[in-house]
């Protein structure tokens, strides 16, 4: 069996923060070009027994989980056994990804194989450069400081891809359709966080950057425990019948804007302020509900405006006011939004932030605090001119805040979702690789 590689993208959600949890709303994302890559490799240790599948994250600390995989009963209902046997902390995101992308695969007891996961640098706040592609950070995996780019989706949604692609390499099912990746990686992704969320991360690592509106949660809530005589068909079901109520119409930036995101070294506890978010909704009234529609209503003004470019319906320099106004818009209902539901999602240190970024270097669009908001890294939209990245890239790194300066992370806007990719790409970092396989 031959070695395989794909990667999948992080995310940035512009506009939709909050509201894309509706399924009446939609919300604008975007794939970043940070991605999370995962090599599967045949095992190179001739003791390891079948059904043993090691899963290595080399960049960190003792990020190294074993696993001994059972086939499924013999009517194939229950999910497959995957057992960690390494002591050590659990990962609840590789451990149910393998259980439900191999009890949907239902194939026999699968040969030794080694995953490899590794991180491009943008999702993990990093040491001043120069550092090498793939950077090692000296602690574990849990101690390491997220960007809030969306790495449990993107790593959920490259090992699924990848488990799929690696064992069904030799069978006449190698060209799935890509819903069977997205269904997969979503239900995976829901069942590790112990909730159903919007999936529009999942959707932006599989299919890249589009125009979201999430699907009933009902569709997933429906998949019973891995224990359930009936999981594996259930799940099956699932998985292979598209989700039509849902929608990842795919957009791009237009080619004059570009894209930068700002580390702000602090993340934020996402749960907890989404949680309290829509408390207030549900308790707010028709207050509640008018904030909610207008913050909807000024996402899509965003959303139309950026098509217009696109299509060249808006092609002269009005177009760089309007998504300043629309920016502008937004930011005042997230505002507001916020102040009634008592949480932070844009602090005031990062208004002041935001507004100077836009208001003292020439060429910036707008910026936001993406998603739920909070600490998290910042986005800004700029027009693709000689020198203004740059600018803006100086500028960050010259504002200081609690933790030191914001660092602008070294990623960009980009379509594409999950791809194979070329195991030479992985030469650079062979060291990674040295006694688990030969690339």
């Not at 594409?416 to 690339?439: M, N, P």
Request: charged residues 20%; glycine residues 8%; hydrophobic residues 35%.
């Amino acid at each position: 069996m031959a070695s395989t590689a794909v990667s999948a993208p992080g995310k940035v959600l512009l506009a939709g923060g909050y509201t894309v949890l509706d399924p009446s709303c939609r919300g604008l994302v975007f794939a970043l070009s940070a991605r999370i890559h995962c090599v599967a490799t045949p095992s190179q240790d001739p003791s390891a027994p079948p059904g043993k599948i090691t899963v290595r994250s080399p960049q960190f600390q003792d990020a190294i989980w074993e696993y001994q995989v059972s086939a499924s009963d013999e009517d194939g209902g229950k999910a497959v056994s995957v057992v960690q046997t390494n002591e050590g902390d659990s990962n609840p995101f590789v451990l149910t990804t393998l259980k439900y992308t191999l009890s949907y695969l239902s194939l026999p007891i699968p040969p030794p194989t080694t995953l490899t996961i590794l991180a491009d640098n943008p999702y993990y706040s990093q040491p001043p450069p120069p550092i090498p592609r793939f950077n090692s950070l000296p602690f574990p995996i849990k101690s390491a400081y997220k960007t809030g780019l969306g790495s449990s989706a993107a790593l959920v949604t490259s090992l699924t891809s990848s488990i799929l692609l690696h064992f069904l390499q030799n069978s006449s099912e190698t060209k799935l359709p890509p819903h069977i990746f997205h269904n997969l990686a979503q239900a995976s992704h829901c069942a590790a966080q112990g909730k159903v969320g919007s999936g529009f991360d999942v959707a932006a690592a599989t299919y890249g950057s589009c125009i979201y509106r999430r699907f009933p949660p009902e569709i997933l809530t429906a998949i019973p425990d891995p224990t359930d005589p009936e999981f594996t068909k259930i799940l099956k079901k699932t998985v292979n019948k598209p989700w039509t109520s849902m929608e990842s119409t795919p957009i791009t930036l237009p080619p004059q804007i570009g894209l930068i995101m700002g580390d702000v070294q602090c993340g934020s506890s996402t749960p907890g302020m989404v949680k309290t978010v829509l408390s207030w909704r549900k308790s707010g009234g028709e207050d509640a509900e008018l904030v909610w529609k207008q913050l909807n209503s000024r996402n899509e003004d965003l959303i139309s405006t950026i098509k217009d470019i696109i299509n060249n319906s808006n092609n002269n320099e009005d177009y760089i006011d309007t998504i300043k106004q629309r920016i502008t818009a937004i930011r005042e209902m997230v505002r507001e939004l916020g102040t009634k539901s008592a949480v932070e999602i844009e602090p005031e240190s990062q208004t002041k932030l935001l507004d100077a970024a836009a208001n003292d270097v020439e060429g910036v669009i707008g910026g936001v605090v993406p998603g739920a908001g909070g600490f998290d890294a910042v986005c800004f939209l700029y027009e693709r001119k000689d020198g203004v990245e740059q600018s803006l890239r100086e500028f960050l790194g010259n504002w200081k805040v609690e933790n030191g300066v914001v660092k602008a992370l070294e990623l960009g806007q980009e379509g594409e979702g999950v791809r194979i990719e070329k195991l030479e790409g992985y030469q650079d970092v062979k060291a990674y690789f040295e006694g688990i396989a030969e690339l």
